[in-house]
């Protein structure tokens, strides 16, 4: 028996031999050999290629070179990147979206509260940024109420533009793709980062711009020329078309709450009253020969036009704006002046004062408030920007802002001297 262990024992490998603890050597004396180890016959302590080796288990110099020379596993594959409709025009998205590039002084004053009616309005002077980005018309700008360095444009190009207007380096924030035609509006929720346009591809639609996902789309049957939240409740929002249809939609459930038809002509504009519980709306009654229509007061619950023989004379108006604080609003009019109402009935037109000297001609100009009410900003055919006085309604100061029509004006919602405008020609302009 002795002999025969001897015999096995020699066709070991000498390097396991080399290996094999002492205690293991002196049984082979004993009067209990083990039994014999079969290398060519008996299966390997474990498949290093299958399964890890176990811990405190004796490995041999063979095995371990095994292991050595086993090639390492491929990689896994890479997933293929999908084209994203969120283009981020700087080094990280919070950086470029963040006020961390706002200069102090400025950021100060956008982080005060905004009591525009307390302080008085400061006229505007000196060029400050001209925003380059979008390679057609500009239709419509907005700032944010809530991140007050921030100026959304819808472009003409398809794109909506966010603009971090005070930044020293990146003041182009992030490029939004997701319309499929041209952009005819847009607005800034009191939510936060969320923002609500409309465009030619017959779609309203709601954007977590600091996540750069769309949340909702709301579609129509028209195109979407116009949209307004409402004043008390930003779950609620109209919207405008071509077709003369304005519905009123709830965000939280996605679906239309309210139609107010009555065979209108395309809706260039809403707005709603101070109160909330009424809003005006304007038509293009161009095709018709009467002027009724072209700018009606509804109800908001009973879907109900309260007066629609507000404007009688033979113009369009492509915008209507009402005051922050007195019970009037405007409405810019196709024939070369904005024109003046009451928000209560009989809601009558002013027939003795108007704000003259700037152009239409055609181009869906827009007017806009001062904070406190005093001023009245409008564009203009020839690129400039007129600043008003509200209760004389005379010019108070002309700025040459663009080479082609300036289309939309927008102060400032906290610092009162600031003011954008964007043209045509493609260009955003802001002045302080």
Known sequence: MDLLCNAYSNTSDDDDDEEQPKRQRLSLSSSNPPKPRLHFSSPPLFDHQTQPPIPGRYVS???RALMAQTPPSPPPPQPVPVPSRFTLSGTRHFWSLSDADVPHNILSLL????KGHQRPTLMSEKLYATLQGHTKAVSAIHWSSTHAHLLASAGMDHTICIWNVWSRNQKKACVL?????????VKWSQQGHFLLSCGYDCTSRLIDVEKGVETQVFREDQIVGVLKFHPDNSNLFLSGGTKGNIKLWDVRTGKVVHNYNRNLGPILDVEFTLTGKEFISSSDVSQSNISENAIIVWDVSRQVPLSNQ???EAFTCPCVRRHPFDSTFVAQSNGNYVAIFTTTPPYRLNKYKRYESHAVSGFPIKCNFSL?????????????IYLYDYQSSKVVKKIKAHDEACIDVAFHPVIPNVIASCSWDGSILVVE
């Open 111 to 114: 982080k005060s509260k905004a």
């Open 177 to 185: 793709n997701f319309h499929n035609a041209a952009v005819k509006d």
């Open 372 to 384: 406190d009410g005093k001023k009245l900003a409008s564009g203009s055919s020839d690129g400039s």
């Open 310 to 312: 507000v404007y009688a």
């Open 61 to 63: 110099k063979r095995q």
